[in-house]
C-alpha cells in the first residue's frame, strides 16, 4: 500500500470518502485524515514558527490563525469561524 506521499489530495479524499460510506471510518477520522495530510503536505510549519510574535498576533487579530505551541514547536493550528 502506499503511504500518503505517494498520494494526492484528490487520492487521500477518495479513500477518505470511500472509508467513510463503508462505515470503517467514523467522520472524525474521516476528517482527521484529510487534515492530518493536507497540514503534512501543504502547511510549513518551519515558517510559521519564524513569524515575529507581532505577525501572529496580527494573523490572530485579522484572520482568527491561533497557533498551539509546545517545546517550542507548533502542535496546532486552528482558524475560528467568523
Known amino acids: 500500500m502506499k503511504n500518503n506521499s505517494e498520494f494526492g489530495l484528490r ?3 477518495a479513500v477518505a470518502v470511500n472509508s467513510l ?7 472524525k477520522d474521516t476528517i ?3 487534515c492530518n495530510f ?16 507581532e505577525a501572529m498576533y496580527n494573523l ?19 482558524i475560528e469561524n467568523s
Open 21 to 27: 460510506d463503508a462505515g470503517i471510518e467514523s467522520r
Open 38 to 53: 493536507v497540514e503534512e503536505t501543504y502547511i510549513r510549519k518551519q515558517a510559521i514558527e519564524a513569524l515575529p510574535v
Open 60 to 78: 490572530n487579530e485579522s484572520y482568527g490563525i491561533s497557533v498551539d505551541v509546545m517545546a517550542g514547536s507548533i502542535k496546532d493550528i486552528k
Open 32 to 34: 482527521d485524515r484529510i
Open 11 to 13: 487520492d487521500i479524499v
